[in-house]
């Protein structure tokens, strides 16, 4: 993994402590992207990491009624 994608991790912290939802949203996609590039290389304690992070960033991640899209149900 490129030392500057570490950097993401650096900032993780914080983000989960003070961020936005839109910062939440932002290291989400971050961390997600640098999981996916790296993934088939990491060991089953890396992945574990990625997967706690991912966890608490989609934990922390704020939701409204108005942001979820509703299916309509369909009545045969």
């Known amino acids: 993994m490129p ?10 912290d914080a983000v989960l402590r003070n961020g936005s939802p839109d910062k ?10 640098l ?7 990491l060991n089953d304690a890396q992945i ?4 706690r ?6 934990n922390q991640i704020e939701t409204t009624p ?3 899209r509703v299916r309509p149900l369909h009545r045969r």
């Open 3 to 12: 030392q500057a994608d570490w950097f993401l991790f650096d900032d993780l």
């Open 24 to 33: 939440r949203v932002d290291m989400l996609r971050g961390v997600t992207d």
């Open 35 to 41: 999981f996916l590039s790296d993934g088939d290389r």
């Open 48 to 51: 574990g990491v990625f997967d």
């Open 53 to 58: 992070a991912i966890a608490q960033l989609i």
């Open 66 to 68: 108005a942001d979820i």
